[in-house]
């Protein structure tokens, strides 16, 4: 069992930027894939970005891609999603995910999930 806990969220303006977080419980976080999915109001969960289990294979959205990174420590059992020139298309809850799979963009494909972290971004 993976317990996820997103932090870091708020209100930021467009070109800023915003550091999520989330941290697992339990001893086998460097096992997991990590990823990042988002729900806007009123649209589906979308694929934001996805980190292999020891960090050396990345995957990104396009429409984040070359804004956002996504980074983990596993001796911090952390999972970190770096947010520059956010817009305000961006605003959504953003949620963070594991998974055994390797690097998917499909969200049935993660096992576990954190409770969620709104990100507002003001024009």
């Known amino acids: 069992q993976v317990q996820l806990v997103e932090s870091g969220g708020g209100l930021v303006q467009a070109g800023g930027s915003l550091r999520l977080s989330c941290a697992a419980s339990g001893r086998t976080f460097s096992t997991y894939t990590m990823a990042w999915f988002r729900r806007a109001a009123g649209k589906e969960r979308e694929f934001v970005a996805a980190i292999s289990a020891k960090g050396g294979s990345t995957s990104y959205a396009d429409s984040v891609k070359g804004r956002f990174t996504i980074s983990r420590d596993n001796a911090k059992n952390t999972v970190y999603l770096q947010m520059n020139s956010p817009k305000p298309e961006d605003t959504a809850v953003y949620y963070c995910?594991?998974?055994?799979?390797?690097?998917?963009?499909?969200?049935?494909?993660?096992?576990?999930w954190g409770q969620g972290t709104q990100v507002t971004v003001s024009s």
């Open positions: 995910a594991a998974g055994v799979a390797g690097v998917q963009r499909t969200p049935g494909l993660y096992r576990y």
